[in-house]
């Protein structure tokens, strides 16, 4: 979506600056973790991002002449600059130049909600388990050396 510049980034007429594809994004997570029997355990967890940028989406201003889009630009960008024909009825009135399009005085934000089963697999036989493994001896000779 970048090279298309469908907000007229660099365009005439268009105050808008093309932006950066390095954002910077802090997350935040939780989750918990259950033991549902000795093998088996499930899991949960919801991590939200926040990012430092509002063209995660590819909107954040205002539209640009859709025409004058296509002149510069091309179909795909007039095309993907303003899809609401493919979601509102015919005969909708249509967002001229100018017309907000995003916020930008709100950066974009995301998140994912993960479940998840793990299952502990069969140890070979004689395999120490982890809880019983001790600390091996060192003898002060060891450090003399």
């Known amino acids: 979506m970048h090279p298309l510049r469908t907000e007229g980034q ?28 000795e093998k088996f355990y499930f899991d949960i967890e919801l ?48 967002f001229s130049a100018g017309t907000p399009r995003g916020n930008p005085t709100k950066n974009d934000q995301f998140a994912y909600l993960k479940f998840g089963i793990s299952i502990a697999l069969d140890r070979k036989q004689g395999q120490v388990r982890n809880s019983n493994v001790k600390c091996p001896q060192i003898s002060k000779d060891w450090f003399e050396k």
């Open 47 to 94: 991590t939200q991002y926040f990012t430092s940028t509002d063209y995660l989406d590819d909107v954040s201003g205002v539209y640009y002449d859709n025409e004058l889009l296509r002149q510069y630009r091309g179909d795909l960008a007039a095309r993907l600059a303003d899809r609401h024909t493919e979601l509102l009825p015919p005969g909708s009135p249509n």
């Open 10 to 37: 660099g365009l005439p007429g268009s105050a808008a600056k093309a932006y950066s594809l390095t954002q910077v994004a802090l997350s935040i997570q939780g989750g918990i973790f259950i033991r549902i029997s």
